[in-house]
């Protein structure tokens, strides 16, 4: 069962403009969202991330926004960049054995055209 | 700055060998975990440790096992290798014993062939 669905799974967008990852989870006891950022051949960076007594959160040109009720949360990149040319993925904290552990989604590949 | 290295960039193996997946932190930290990344399934947790000889099932722990013997070491092990298991493994830390809202610090993959 997939707790975490993100969408679209890949996207173009041309330099200077927005772009939006959406995802949603089932589970309300998911109380972290943070958002990874992959380039080739390098492992999973933390981007950016939320809780959910928040709404949105604003990082430079990134901003996560939040929607509890809704049970979903989007990233979007204002001013995107060639630079920001990588695979995204949104993730929700819950517990495992009494630990906190990560649910991933499926991954973005984000190309952005010069 | 914060360095996770895992042992192997390419592996290649054969079918039923056992094979072991080598992970090392240099940041002290208390969590580490396993994931293996396969296009349109995203990443998904196989196992993970909170302490030195600890470890708890994920959500993909068929086939494999795992060995935390130091802190800053964990291995992943497949004990008979399978076609299905090639993949790009991720290994991952975190600082605080179970704590929640922690980043995690990923290693650059290892990317599993088995034949």
């Known amino acids: 069962q997939q707790q975490v669905k993100q969408s679209p799974q890949s996207l173009i967008v041309q330099k200077g403009g927005i772009s939006i990852i959406n995802c949603a989870y089932e589970?309300?006891?998911?109380?972290?969202f943070p958002w990874y950022q992959q380039f080739p051949g390098k492992g999973p960076a933390l981007l950016i991330a939320?809780?959910?007594?928040?709404s949105e959160k604003k990082e430079g040109r990134f901003t996560i926004s939040f929607n509890k009720s809704a049970k979903q949360f989007s990233l979007h990149i204002m001013d995107s960049q060639p630079g920001d040319s990588a695979t995204y993925f949104c993730?929700?904290?819950?517990?495992?054995?009494?630990?906190?552990?990560?649910?991933f989604g499926k991954g973005t590949m984000l190309l952005v055209s010069p | 700055d914060v360095k996770v290295t895992q042992s192997s960039r390419y592996l290649v193996k054969r079918t039923g060998e056992k094979v072991f997946l080598e992970c090392v932190q240099d940041?002290?930290?208390?969590?580490m975990f396993w994931y293996r990344q396969d296009p349109g399934l995203g990443l998904r947790l196989i196992y993970f440790?909170?302490?030195?000889?600890?470890?708890e099932k994920g959500d993909i722990p068929e086939g494999y096992s795992v060995s935390r013997e130091k802190k800053e070491r964990f291995s992943l092990i497949l004990e008979s290798a399978s076609t299905n298991q090639t993949s790009m493994y991720l290994c991952?830390?975190?600082?605080?014993?179970?704590?929640?809202?922690?980043?995690?610090?990923f290693g650059d993959g290892t990317r599993l062939s088995i034949l």
């Open positions: 940041m002290d930290h208390e969590n």
């Open positions: 993730a929700a904290e819950g517990v495992n054995s009494g630990y906190s552990t990560l649910t």
């Open positions: 939320i809780r959910p007594d928040v």
């Open positions: 440790s909170y302490d030195v000889k600890m470890k």
């Open positions: 589970n309300t006891a998911f109380d972290y």
């Open positions: 991952a830390s975190s600082l605080l014993q179970g704590a929640a809202n922690q980043p995690q610090h």
